[in-house]
């Protein structure tokens, strides 16, 4: 009993640090043929997370459940495959397939979202009228969420609101603490025009954006380019959600140009667009909710093992 009871319990912690593995970064796939493409996400755990109070805005980042980021911003290719299997229209810089894709309005992003989610039999995040305008879920749509008129509950794919797009870059979930910048540091990322390496971020460059993998270092969560690189727009309105059709959106993380001071890729800057607005040094990245056919069966396989470890040690 003994040298069984030492495999289950050895075979029960290999397959949860398999599982953590799996469940931390995973691809989702989009398209068909030619226009096929992934988009990796990462895994942000901690739920109940307690928010930062030292940053902008304040408190920011406490998000009560887990979900998943995309590990890098949306590129050029995924927009060109969205708008040729879907129709979008959605209007872009063309730098390169995989540069990140910037002069998206806000809407065209959330109609991109939307794209992902009703070409993979889900609910659009967003609701746009007949007409194609802005409009805020009523009480009488399925997936009304009183607490968010903006996104549809049964929405699989979204983008980040304030708090998401807060704790992916400045949380870390290892120390539980917050840090200044999305390089895990109370001090900058160095400026690199691109590269991987610890510690970088693209920012204070003549020439860019970087390609979206090629963007900076990873943060404590494993994403990269939440610090540099181009401006993000987040799902979150600045005050009010009231005109829907003009509220002004959150954009963060800093960008690529020169002569941006490191504070505008910290927890304590974040600014503001109009949501109609096409900006050369602004793109975006979606959010997800988790993945659960992996966890579940994760999960169910360690309590079978747990089980019989129970079993083996009342026979001794």
Not at 65 to 85: P, Q, T
Not at 88 to 97: E, H, M
Not at 152 to 168: G, H, I, M, T, V
């Amino acid at each position: 009993p003994m040298l069984r009871k030492s495999h289950l319990l050895l075979l029960a912690a290999a397959f949860a640090a398999i599982l953590l593995v799996a469940s931390r970064t995973l691809a989702d796939e989009f398209g068909s043929g030619a226009n096929a493409f992934t988009i990796d996400f990462v895994t942000i755990g901690a739920p109940g997370n307690p928010a930062d109070t030292t940053g902008d805005p304040n408190p920011a980042g406490a998000v009560p459940y887990v979900y998943r980021i995309g590990k890098y911003e949306i590129s050029e290719r995924m927009i060109d495959a969205a708008n040729a299997l879907g129709g979008l229209g959605i209007t872009k810089d063309v730098r390169g397939p995989d540069k990140p894709a910037t002069r998206v309005s806000w809407f065209e992003a959330a109609q991109f979202a939307n794209w992902l989610n009703t070409s993979t039999g889900n609910a659009p995040a967003y609701k746009f009228d007949g007409a194609g305008a802005f409009q805020l879920w009523s009480p009488s749509d399925p997936g009304y969420d009183a607490n968010n008129l903006f996104r549809n509950a049964q929405a699989k794919y979204f983008l980040p609101s304030a708090d998401e797009w807060y704790k992916a870059a400045f949380y870390d979930p290892a120390s539980g603490i917050y840090w200044d910048f999305p390089n895990g540091s109370d001090s900058p990322p160095t400026p690199v025009t691109s590269g991987t390496a610890p510690n970088t971020a693209v920012w204070n460059q003549v020439i860019g954006p970087a390609d979206v993998s090629d963007a900076g270092g990873l943060s404590p969560n494993s994403t990269v380019g939440q610090a540099g690189n181009v401006l993000e727009w987040m799902e979150t309105p600045s005050t009010s959600v009231s005109p829907a059709s003009s509220a002004l959106r959150l954009v963060r993380g800093g960008q690529w140009i020169p002569a941006i001071s490191a504070a505008s890729l910290s927890s304590s800057v974040v600014s503001t667009e109009l949501p109609s607005l096409s900006i050369g040094d602004v793109g975006f990245r979606v959010a997800s909710v988790p993945e659960p056919t992996a966890l579940a069966i994760g999960v169910l396989g360690i309590a079978i093992i747990l089980l019989q470890l129970n079993r083996f040690c009342s026979l001794e």
